[in-house]
C-alpha cells in the first residue's frame, strides 16, 4: 500500500481569524463607484478608506486605534471634483497617500499624527498630465517620491512628487484599458496587465516593453465559476499570494516555490458577507508576538473589518523563519538617481523587537524655477557661512525696530487696561 507523503511547509496550517466587533471600524459609507481598485489602503499609522461623497471625491483617514463607530462628522479628505478611483500609501512616509480620480488629476496629501477638526482640503501637489479618468497609482519601491499613475487615455506617467514634475510619459505600449500595474522588487521593470488581454514586462528608463505574448504559464489555478474581479496581493517574505475576489466572500491563499508545481493551495478564510474591497497591511505593520503573517482589512457596505492570518506556534519566541528582515521606510535612491539608472535593493529593517513607526515626516514640495539655468554648486549652506556681502540690517535699524515695537506693546497693555476698568464699571452696576 502505497503512502500519500505530505508537502511541508511552514504555512501549511495559516488560518484566518477576524477581530472582535469593538476592533472594527462601523458607520463608514464605502463608496459605490464602479470601479475595479480595493477601495483601502493601510499603512502602520493609518487605514484609508475611498467614501461616498457629495460634490467630489473624497475618502476618509482614521488612525489604526481609532476603532469602534466612527463618527459621522469625521473629516475627510476632499479635494477632488470627481470620485475618487485608487489610494496608495506613499512606502517611505507614512503620514503621505496620493490620490487618484475621475477628474483626471492625481493629488499628493499630508496627514497629521492628529485627528483634524476640519476636512482636508488642500493637497500639497497636484498632479496634471492625463486627458482621462486616473484608475491606478503605485509609488516606486525604492526610489523617493516616485510616483507611476495609469488612467483612461491608456497612458503610464512617471512623477517626482518632490518636485511636481513629470519624469517619464509611456504612451503607445497600450491599445486598450490598462487594468492593474505593478512594480518589481528594485523598481527597475513593471509589468501591466491590460484589456486586450496581453500581459507587458516594461522597461520605464528605456520606454521599452522587454517581454509580452506569454505563450503558455507555468501554472494554472482553476478558482470557482464567480465573475468578481479577484484582487491579488503576494508577500515576497513568505512567498504566499493572497486572492481576494470583489464581491465574494473568501479569501484563498496559495504558496509560491520555485519548483514544479510551483502553486500550492494552502486554505480559504470563508465569511457570511461580500467584501467590497480590501488594504493589506505591510510587513513592518504586523504583530510578530503573535504570529501574525498578514492582516487584511475588509471592506463591508458600512464597516471595515481587520483579518489576521496566523501560523500557530507554542512558543513565544521570536519566529526568525517566519520574519525575515523586510523592507524598511528609508529609501534607497533618489529620483534623479533612479532615472540616470541606478538601481538598488530596498533598504531592511528587522522585526525582532517589533516595528515603530516614525515620526510625522514633512513632505517638501520644490518647484524648480525655470530661469535659473545654472544650479547650485558645492554641498548647502546655512546662513551663519553665506558670503560677507549678504545683506543684513543694521544695528540701528534692529534697535529702532525695538524700539517702536516697544511703544506699541505699552500703548497695547494700556488700552486692555482701560477697557478691564470700564468692564469692572458695568459689571458692578457703577457705570
Known sequence: MSRR????????HVFGQPVKADQMYEDIRVSKVTWDSSFCAVNPKFVAIIVEAGGGGAFMVLPLAKTGRVDKNHPLVTGHTAPVLDIDWCPHND???ASASEDTTVMVWQIPDYVPMRNITEPIVTLEGHSKRVGIITWHPTARNVLLSAGGDNLLILWNVGTGEMLLTLDDMHGDLIYNVCWNRTGSLLVTTCKDKHVRVIDPRKQQVVAANFEEPIALQEMDTSNGVLLPFYDPDSSIVYLCGKGDSSIRYFEITAEAPYVHYLSTYSSKEPQRGMGFMP????????????????????KCEPIVMTVPRKSDLFQDDLYPDTPGPEPALEAAEWLAGKDAEPVL???RE???PLKNRELKVTRKNILDNKPPVGPRRSHSTCDANFSRPSLEDLLEEIRSLRQTVQAQEK?????????????????
Request: aromatic residues 10%; charged residues 30%; hydrophobic residues 35%.
Open 354 to 356: 517589533g516595528y515603530v
Open 349 to 351: 529593517v528587522s522585526l
Open 5 to 12: 507523503v505530505v508537502r511541508q511547509s511552514k504555512f501549511r
Open 283 to 302: 510587513k513592518r505593520g504586523l504583530d510578530v508576538s503573535k504570529c501574525e503573517i498578514a492582516r487584511f482589512f475588509k471592506l463591508h457596505e458600512r
Open 95 to 97: 503620514n503621505v497617500i
Open 415 to 431: 488700552r486692555i487696561s482701560d477697557l478691564e476698568n470700564k468692564l469692572c464699571k458695568f459689571t458692578n452696576g457703577t457705570a
